[in-house]
């Protein structure tokens, strides 16, 4: 079992940024690939970045590529997602999840990619 905590929401003009920070508790972190998602009221979960295991891969949805970036510490267990150049459309609450190996197949983009998830943090952006 891996536990996973977010923290780092909270809310931010239209412009600002935001550090989002995911803490892992449990099995050794190195073994996952980490991601970050978000669904916001009367959507459905999307992606939104992917980290393999050693950092050597990124993925990013179009929608926050050149904005978000991916990062991680194994020393530290925790998983980062740096936003900036917020929109309110980012507006959300963001999950981040474990995923089932510690590389990213091909289909890094999609829920079942991944086994453990975190209970999320609000992100509010305001215009």
């Known amino acids: 079992q891996v536990q996973l905590v977010e923290s780092g929401g909270g809310l931010v003009q239209a412009g600002g940024s935001l550090r989002l920070s995911c803490a892992a508790s449990?099995?050794?972190?190195?073994?996952?690939?980490m991601g970050w998602f978000r669904q916001s009221p009367g959507k459905e979960r999307e992606f939104v970045a992917a980290i393999n295991w050693s950092s050597y891969s990124t993925y990013y949805a179009d929608s926050v590529k050149g904005r978000f970036t991916i990062s991680r510490d194994n020393a530290k267990n925790t998983v980062y997602l740096q936003m900036n150049g917020l929109k309110p459309e980012d507006t959300a609450v963001y999950y981040c999840?474990?995923?089932?190996?510690?590389?990213?197949?091909?289909?890094?983009?999609?829920?079942?990619?991944?086994?453990?998830w975190g209970q999320g943090t609000q992100v509010t952006v305001s215009s």
């Open positions: 999840a474990a995923g089932t190996t510690s590389d990213l197949g091909r289909n890094y983009y999609t829920s079942p990619e991944y086994a453990y």
């Open positions: 449990g099995r050794t972190f190195s073994r996952y690939a």
